[in-house]
């Protein structure tokens, strides 16, 4: 019998209407999107966000919601407002780098 808390979300459908609705707000608002926001929205902490990808039921719905919080966030390169997308970028894994040969 696993231990720890009870999932909040019993099905990968729950999650993903909870997700939705999340990014239909923030366009209807003109929010940014963001990883934190979305934990916020679907009530979990960032680390817990993190655990429900790790199981394969939410795995895809969890990713691709990240995916489009960071195309989010690489568009706004594009709009002049740089260096919080570009921090944003970074903890997504993108890298800075200047490469000399």
Do not use: H
């Given at each position: 019998m ?16 909870i997700?939705?609705?999340?990014f ?5 608002k003109e929010?940014p999107l963001?990883?934190?926001?979305l ?7 960032r680390?817990a966000l993190?655990e429900?990808?790790?199981n394969?039921?939410f795995?895809?719905t969890?990713?691709?919601a ?5 195309n989010?966030a690489e ?11 570009i ?12 490469q000399?040969?």
């Amino acid at each position: 019998m696993p231990g720890g808390r009870p999932r909040k979300y019993k099905t990968d459908q729950e999650l993903k209407e909870i997700i939705d609705q999340y990014f239909a707000d923030c366009e209807e608002k003109e929010d940014p999107l963001t990883v934190t926001g979305l934990a916020l929205a679907i009530g979990l902490d960032r680390k817990a966000l993190i655990e429900y990808a790790k199981n394969d039921e939410f795995s895809n719905t969890i990713k691709n919601a990240k995916l489009k919080c960071e195309n989010y966030a690489e568009k706004m390169l594009y709009k002049g407002k740089a260096t919080g997308p570009i921090f944003a970028l970074k903890n997504f894994g993108w890298e800075d780098r200047v490469q000399q040969e």
